[in-house]
């Protein structure tokens, strides 16, 4: 496993922009699809946006293409997630997690169960 620590997180007018990163200690981050999952209050944790290995296959959810972009740098074991135009339903903890499985790289993976490392997450509070 993998261990991923996220920051980047903070308070943040709507319209305005967030990079969020993610730091990972451990063996072989280059073979892991890393992606990014949202949390709002009182709801359930969602799929953002997944990145495959190699960084060349991205996927995202609807709420957030065209104002998200997920990338990472294998030499530097950090996955980022550049935030723009964000709105108050952005509001949300992300968390970054990682998946050990071929498939996911090759497809995308999009549910939680998929993604077998977590970090504890970072805070994106948007105002309106």
């Known amino acids: 496993q993998v261990q991923l620590v996220e920051s980047g997180g903070g308070l943040v007018q709507a319209g305005g922009s967030l990079r969020l990163s993610c730091a990972a200690s451990?063996?072989?981050?280059?073979?892991?699809?890393m992606t990014w999952f949202r949390q709002a209050p009182g709801k359930e944790r969602v799929f953002v946006a997944v990145?495959?290995?190699?960084?060349?296959?991205?996927w995202y959810a609807e709420p957030v293409k065209g104002r998200f972009t997920i990338s990472r740098d294998n030499a530097k074991n950090t996955l980022s997630l550049q935030m723009n135009g964000l709105k108050p339903e952005d509001t949300a903890v992300y968390y970054c997690?990682?998946?050990?499985?071929?498939?996911?790289?090759?497809?995308?993976?999009?549910?939680?169960?998929?993604?077998?490392?977590w970090g504890l997450g970072t805070q994106v509070t948007v105002s309106s």
């Open positions: 997690a990682a998946s050990p499985y071929e498939h996911c790289s090759r497809y995308g993976c999009f549910r939680e169960r998929d993604f077998d490392s």
């Open positions: 451990g063996h072989f981050f280059r073979s892991y699809t």
């Open positions: 990145i495959n290995w190699s960084g060349d296959l991205t």
